[in-house]
């Protein structure tokens, strides 16, 4: 680009390595490629937004196992941070838009599988915005003084944010990124608030063996099915692991970028998550209250710090999910990109479009439309929760045991970023746990989430039938075709 900023040397020769590896993989270089560490950091750890996204959905731990769903919690989250791992060495391997879809498609050749994971990715991160949405419309409503009467108001203030967060997303992945940042510094900022305020405010606190209380969940001693049913909160919020790697063609040293954003993400979330859990645990005043709450964390936090710190850590955490939101669509819209490159979506050039700032933004716009759509089944809250966490555990746990398999075959390629000597033990607890996540998830509400999710499967299995035959027969694996020749065009910015 004629207006493109100088470079300095460390810069252009990033990003020459980024383009030759980029035109290794098939590809010429189509998004820009504006995002640094902290910005690639960022994509992850805003998708989890620990101590916001507790706000929400810590009754799914507590209302099933009382403060002992810590154990639950730890657990969980150590098994989700090793299946993050095996997930991080494959990113490195493929840094592409499109995430597990890509990689499985490289490392299994069967392109039918390759697809219908990246759809099931792709639909987990577009069903979480009206999930979101929902949960986010009586706050927000309630900073422009408006109170909500019934499912009505509150899918159109959920729209609403479905709305904003679109049109950002629109702008340019630059200004996206900015916004997310400071969803981050909100986040961020929210933590310190509450960590210090139960630390510092004087009030009752519990004796440790709060942690292996049940609260009266485990009837007759029975503790092993709360405690399963507890590794459903791990499982849900320390997830969306290939974030980070669907925005790898719009990062600088993705190949080590995006791995080192995404492992450092997933285990400062899960630290921070600990923390702030162990302290709400001490926090907690009236027991039987908390167990049976739908928002536990605001009544031990209303009991302990007061309303006021509690109202100013909901307004920071409103604003750090509106974060999340930004890019849980960012990357769903990029996965349908990626697809749409390679020829597998039905009106595939329309969804490879790029506007003038090279977002994709024909299949934004499609991520928001069908949010939209869901958003009125989304005041069923729980089950579209579940429902994303195995969606999201479905197209991971294909990944990880394809991923185990081409180790096994010796086909898993070296990367710039891998789990070293621990490569196999990784894969295998990864393929392992994924496998069990994904059971929990359905054994909990085969009806809702089990069924829920054959329909999303056979849509899935509807809509790639859909594109011709001759494009999902093509060899699209590789595109020596579209590989970038002459100067770049694309924009950096460390």
């Not at 791992?85 to 838009?97: C, K, R």
């Not at 108001?153 to 950002?168: E, P």
């Not at 027969?473 to 002459?486: C, L, R």
Request: net charge neutral; charged share 10%.
């Amino acid at each position: 680009m004629s207006n493109a900023p100088e470079r300095s040397p460390s810069e252009s020769k990033h990003l020459t390595q980024d383009l030759d590896e980029l035109s290794s993989l098939g590809y010429k270089q189509e998004l820009r490629r504006t995002l640094g560490f902290f910005s690639s950091f960022g994509v992850q750890f805003s998708m989890m937004a620990v101590g916001s996204t507790l706000l929400l959905t810590l009754s799914l731990g507590m209302n099933v196992f009382g403060p002992a769903m810590i154990t639950s919690w730890v657990v969980g989250g150590i098994l989700q941070l090793i299946l993050g791992a095996a997930i991080a060495q494959l990113v490195s391997a493929y840094p592409l838009a499109g995430g597990v879809y890509q990689i499985i498609a490289r490392l299994s050749g069967q392109r039918a599988l390759a697809w219908q994971t990246g759809w099931l990715v792709a639909v987990a991160h577009i069903v979480s915005l009206p999930q979101l949405g929902v949960g986010l419309a009586p706050y927000v409503a309630g900073w422009f003084g408006v109170k909500l009467h019934g499912g009505g108001d509150v899918m159109l203030w959920a729209g609403g944010l479905i709305l904003f967060v679109t049109l950002i997303n629109l702008l340019s992945v630059k200004v996206s990124s900015f916004v997310n940042n400071i969803a981050i510094g909100a986040e961020m900022v929210g933590i310190v608030l509450i960590v210090g305020a139960l630390l510092i405010a004087r009030h009752p606190t519990q004796p440790i063996d709060i942690l292996i209380n049940s609260g009266g969940t485990a009837n007759g001693g029975h503790w092993f099915g709360p405690f399963l049913w507890a590794l459903l909160l791990p499982g849900l919020m320390i997830s969306s692991f290939d974030s980070a790697g669907n925005a790898s063609e719009e990062t600088q040293g993705a190949a080590r970028t995006a791995p080192r954003g995404l492992m450092i993400a997933n285990t400062s979330s899960f630290l921070t998550g600990t923390v702030v859990i162990v302290l709400l645990l001490f926090g907690i005043q009236n027991l039987p209250e908390v167990v049976s709450s739908s928002e536990p964390m605001r009544v031990i936090l209303n009991s302990t710090v007061g309303t006021l710190v509690t109202n100013i850590f909901v307004v920071l955490a409103m604003a750090a999910l509106v974060g999340a939101m930004l890019v849980l669509q960012l990357t769903a819209a990029r996965i349908l990109f990626a697809q749409a490159r390679d020829k597998q979506m039905p009106a595939a050039s329309w969804f490879h479009k790029l506007n003038r700032e090279s977002v994709p933004a024909n299949a934004t716009i499609v991520t928001a439309v069908v949010a939209m759509i869901f958003v009125v089944w989304s005041p069923a809250f729980d089950i579209l929760s579940e429902m994303c966490g195995l969606a999201w555990g479905l197209g991971y746990a294909v990944a990880v045991v394809v991923g185990l398999w081409a180790l096994l075959t010796k086909h898993l390629p070296t990367s710039p970023w891998s789990c070293g000597r621990w490569t196999a033990p990784v894969f295998w607890v990864s393929a392992v746990w994924g496998v069990a996540l994904c059971v929990l998830f359905v054994w909990q509400d085969p009806l809702h989430i089990g069924l829920g999710m054959l329909v999303v499967v056979a849509a899935g299995l509807l809509v790639y039938r859909m594109i011709p035959a001759k494009q999902r027969h093509a060899d699209w694996a590789s595109h020596p075709e579209s590989v970038a020749s002459g100067e770049p065009t694309c924009e950096t910015h460390l």
